[in-house]
């Protein structure tokens, strides 16, 4: 195996400054390409299907809210599947390439 930091060959790789050892550094989120995304919905249920594919923050907390206050939703499934029992949150922590099946009711 090589170190970090070499190619093939063992030659020192010159990195950009932005790259760190955790990936690429910024400070903007960008889900589908879009950065600070918002979506408008209708007054009914979604269901999102979440992969955390951020090659720099190791964990995320997803939210969503309505009015300024978080809204609840329901934890249908993950990385190995459909879970047996469904888990109700208002917020849930998810790191690097994990992987959530959620529904979130915006009829409320």
């Keep these: 195996t090589l170190p970090d930091g070499v190619n093939c060959e063992g030659e020192p790789i010159n990195m950009p400054a932005l790259w760190t050892a955790t990936g690429w550094g910024g400070t903007v989120p960008i889900?589908?390409?879009?950065?600070?995304?918002?979506?408008?919905?209708h007054q009914s249920c979604y269901r999102f299907r979440v992969l955390q594919a951020s090659t720099a923050t190791a964990r995320y907390t997803l939210q969503f809210h309505a009015n300024s206050s978080p809204i609840d939703f329901h934890i249908v499934g993950a990385d190995h599947g459909l879970l047996n029992n469904i888990a109700t949150v208002n917020s849930v922590p998810i790191h690097i390439s994990e992987r959530l099946d959620i529904l979130v009711d915006f009829s409320a």
């Design 31 to 41: 889900v589908n390409g879009k950065a600070w995304p918002k979506m408008e919905v």
